[in-house]
């Protein structure tokens, strides 16, 4: 493992877009029942949405 990879966060590996990690870090800094309700529901769908896409932070060729 790579420096890159131990500083990159594991839901990183379920959320593979940048406009989907932008909206992560945002619902992730909100606080409350709700916002964490909305937290996990963005998770789960966005981690099946994203599911077939390469992980772009994967070298390639390794």
Known sequence: MNDAESHRPPIHRWIKTECGRAKYADLSNRSGFTAKARL???????????????????????
């Open 40 to 62: 996990g529901w963005f998770v789960v769908i966005a981690a099946l949405r994203d599911w077939r896409l390469p992980d772009p932070d994967q070298t390639s060729g390794s």
